[in-house]
């Protein structure tokens, strides 16, 4: 495990449970009463209950995995990164500036994430114990490893959309 985690500083994710949006997209396709109007929009929010730092976040998500909380971790400065994206916003031909480094610091914490989900997948938790829980679902034999390594793959991929 790395000894030390950077994060954004302030970043915030609002995580939710697998059941509930399973529940709520049940709940979308079922048959409807005439009395219920349908919604008109084409986004739905599928977020938990509240919102959490990602440092949180992350601490609650090791705990959980019995994991040590890292020794260190450090809060990227945000705003001292979006003043210096001002100053090379302004220089010719530059690539970056205030609204990427916005967009990276937002990113970049969604990518955290997957590459963790994907690098805990492929073994950083063991994976005798990720068959069990594959298992609970019905998964076995190749078909659970296929499942869980296709898993990892795609969740390492995913960072990069």
């Not at 090791?62 to 890292?70: D, F, N, S, V």
């Not at 220089?91 to 955290?112: G, I």
């Not at 492929?122 to 114990?129: C, F, N, S, T, W």
């Not at 298992?135 to 490893?145: E, I, M, N, S, V």
Request: hydrophobic share 55%; charged share 15%; net charge neutral.
């Amino acid at each position: 495990m790395l000894p030390v985690l950077a994060l954004p500083e302030g970043a915030l994710v609002q995580p939710v449970h697998v059941d509930d949006v399973v529940r709520d997209i049940l709940a979308l396709v079922a048959p409807r009463s005439p009395e219920l109007p349908l919604v008109a929009s084409r986004t739905i929010a599928f977020v938990g209950p509240a919102p959490l730092t990602l440092r949180h976040c992350l601490a609650e998500l090791r705990q959980a995995l019995g994991l040590a909380p890292p020794a260190v971790v450090l809060e990227l400065p945000g705003r001292l990164c979006l003043a210096l994206a001002c100053v090379a916003g302004r220089l010719p031909a530059s690539f970056v500036d205030r609204d990427a480094v916005s967009m990276l610091l937002m990113n970049l914490s969604v990518a955290l994430v997957w590459i963790w989900t994907g690098l805990v997948s492929l073994g950083l938790y063991p994976v005798a114990g990720s068959l069990r829980l594959l298992a609970d679902f019905g998964l076995h034999g190749a078909l659970a490893k296929l499942a869980l390594y296709s898993a990892a793959v795609l969740d390492l991929g995913l960072w990069g959309c």
